[in-house]
């Protein structure tokens, strides 16, 4: 089986910084993209960042100069550095990614979720 674990999220202070971790384990062949999204009550959850295996990345405009997505693909961590952050980034954050393991049919891609860690900024 195969599992993300996150780990970083808490309470900061508006203009504060963390730094979310996601840890992928179990077996598999590799991990391509992987990436975080947030989600609040009654909305749904959305892309903040993504990281390509080759490590190009992508981020949502509202984080965009504030955030930044990295990965070590010795280690099969993801990161998130969060700075200059707001009360607008109050959410849970979860982190995702697509991994190719073996099966009976060769290697195939899943795709997987962390169980999330809350990130609230107060003002």
């Known amino acids: 089986q195969v599992q993300l674990v996150e780990s970083g999220g808490g309470l900061v202070q508006a203009g504060g910084s963390l730094r979310l971790s996601c840890a992928a384990s179990?077996?598999?062949?590799?991990?391509?993209?992987m990436a975080w999204y947030h989600q609040t009550p009654g909305k749904q959850r959305e892309e903040v960042a993504t990281?390509?295996?080759?490590?190009?990345?992508n981020y949502a405009g509202s984080v965009k100069g504030r955030f930044t997505i990295s990965r070590d693909n010795a280690k099969n961590t993801v990161y998130l550095q969060m700075n200059k952050l707001e009360p607008e980034d109050t959410a849970v954050y979860y982190c995702?990614?697509?991994?190719?393991?073996?099966?009976?049919?060769?290697?195939?891609?899943?795709?997987?979720w962390g169980s999330g860690t809350q990130v609230t900024v107060s003002s």
């Open positions: 179990g077996t598999f062949r590799s991990i391509e993209t």
């Open positions: 995702y990614a697509i991994i190719v393991r073996s099966t009976p049919a060769g290697g195939r891609t899943f795709q997987y």
């Open positions: 990281i390509t295996s080759g490590g190009n990345t």
